[in-house]
């Protein structure tokens, strides 16, 4: 008997379970199984016919192989079927590590007294097996070419059956990955309803008492008895200003938490959507503000376009230079991937070290004479590129400052209103 040759640590008592890994159903009521994916089987089926017409053998199949029984998911010639391993003649061969050619399964001590080969569920003679060994060893099954009668495929035709083995391994490993991307994808998914509702949730709560002391403090800063000079006053505005960075800071945690949610896309002007987002920081768009805009048509989410935009003209704001009168151009560029929506300053810039740092959630770069924030701003722009298809990018202005890009994919889109 061959030599058994396993993947590594999977024990013959988990095929079953690794089996499932590549979306493959092994069946409890012992049909035929299923593949996951429709484009997967048909790729199958292709091969499998080219299998059996390469060496001019009429049937082919690809056996999947449990710990207990044989389930053929593609077939030329004959029906999908099923069988216990027992009575296979893969499972005999399957392992070995090699591929297997016997001209008569008849004559074959392995075969003799097999059912498939005795007429009990099949005659075969002519009889060959490719392993179906995946990248990381593990043998799922195999290629296999049979006939009824006597055949002679040379070895050339014998060595095109092992390539389209290696392809039938291609296509169960492709949809082994896709599995794995839906399974990461829904747990990403899950991860980020978690975190929106867990924001909302401490937003909510801590939000009312802050509130509350606010309006204390308010009425306290209002109190005649309190006049200018008085020791209090310098204390209340220090608790009004903490508690006011509290509130900025919980609706920055909030608004990122948010993004990545359901996106609602929608033809949008770009100059529509920064006049808004610049009329939210208390500035219009003109030569008065040093802000202008390129109009440009996209497809976004015209909320999160918005806190994209809101952030990055915020910045340009905060971190301008003390040397120059501010100039911030908000821009796009139309390409094959998508609208790239870019704001370049003439600020302070952003040094090419940190870049990378600056865009991690609550990470400040703490330069001198910076003004406050949270550290989210640019985190949050990178989650609003991320859920459009695109990247955040940041570059320097040539002459100072920073520009900072956001791709918005097409691949989301219409096919209508690609460029």
Known sequence: MDTVVYGPAVAESDRTAAI????????????APLLADGDAAGALTNLVRLAARLCGVPYSVVNIITDDRQRQIAASGVDPAVCSRDDSMCAKVFLAGRTTVVPDASQDPRFVDNPFVTGVIASV????????????GFVLGSLCIFSEGSASPTAEQIGMVEVLARQVVEVLELQHRTLQLSDALAELQRSNAMLGEFAGRVSHDLRIPLTTILGYVELAEDDPDIQPGHPALEYLEFIGRGGRRMLRTLEDVLEYSRVDGGLRRERVSLLAVTEEAAHDLGVELGFASGISCADAELLADPVQLRMLLQNLLANSLNY?????????????????????????????????????????????????????????GLATCQRIAH?????????GTPGGGATISALFSWELSEPAVRP
Do not use: C, M, W
């Open 20 to 31: 499932r890994n590549y979306g493959l159903d092994p069946g409890a009521d012992g049909g």
């Open 387 to 395: 859920a459009h298809g695109g990247e955040l990018d940041i570059q």
């Open 125 to 136: 003679r002519f009889y060959a097996s490719v392993p179906l060994e995946t990248t990381s």
């Open 320 to 376: 301008r230079s003390p040397e120059r009168d501010l100039k911030v151009a908000v821009g796009a560029a139309v390409t094959r991937q998508g609208v790239t929506v870019s704001v370049a300053d003439n600020g302070v810039g952003i040094l090419p070290a940190d870049r990378k740092r600056a865009v991690e959630p609550l990470v400040r770069l703490n330069r001198a004479g910076d003004a406050p924030g949270t550290g989210l």
